[in-house]
């Protein structure tokens, strides 16, 4: 299955950005991918690390803000937003269980490098992000504003991690 990155259409890129990509030996994408396993959104789980000079400085998975487990597994069933086809990135405001921008990966990732000593040399780090094909505005604002240089997106992203595409692996990621 291979992607043409060139021809990619993101819902979001900011200007003069390029989104890299990585194969899932990389051992920040494999770390990324370990990150992801630990969130609590069953739909779409992804895991977001931020690498400074060859070490991991900050890491984090995105989280479903449904409080009980039983609601998330309705969420997961239930998505009010895939149910109407809402793009992704678009309208989490229809769905109490998609999460905001504030539950990403890529965005808490940059929050909890902020709450380190760590965030000052954020200055030309990198994000690798697995679990998702692209980056919102609102995390890419963050990321942007703690000097975030690169982005790195496991190789195919477009096609495995995105649910219009017919040959994504959502729901079978760790498989």
């Not at 051992?27 to 931020?50: C, F, H, L, W």
């Not at 997961?76 to 999460?99: D, E, F, N, T, V």
């Not at 995105?162 to 994504?168: A, E, G, I, V, Y």
Request: proline content about 5%; glycine content about 8%; hydrophobic content about 35%.
């Amino acid at each position: 299955m291979e992607s043409d990155q060139k021809n990619i259409k993101y819902p979001y890129l900011p200007e003069g950005r390029t989104i890299k990509y990585v194969d899932g030996s990389n051992e920040y994408m494999a770390r990324a991918k370990e990150v992801a396993r630990k969130s609590n959104d069953q739909q779409q789980p992804t895991g977001a690390v931020i690498v400074c000079g060859g070490k991991i400085i900050s890491e984090a998975s995105n989280r479903n803000p449904l409080p009980y487990k039983f609601l998330v597994g309705l969420h997961k069933k239930y998505c009010i937003r895939h149910m109407l086809k809402i793009p992704s990135g678009q309208k989490y405001w229809m769905c109490p269980g998609c999460a905001s921008h504030e539950n990403h990966g890529e965005y808490r990732a940059v929050v909890s490098l902020l709450k380190k000593q760590e965030w000052a040399i954020s200055e030309g780090c990198d994000l690798y992000l697995w679990g998702h094909w692209w980056c919102c505005k609102p995390c890419w604002d963050k990321m942007i504003s703690v000097g975030i240089r690169d982005v790195y997106l496991l190789d195919t992203s477009n096609i495995i991690f995105n649910l219009s595409n017919p040959n994504n692996i959502i729901g079978h990621q760790f498989e």
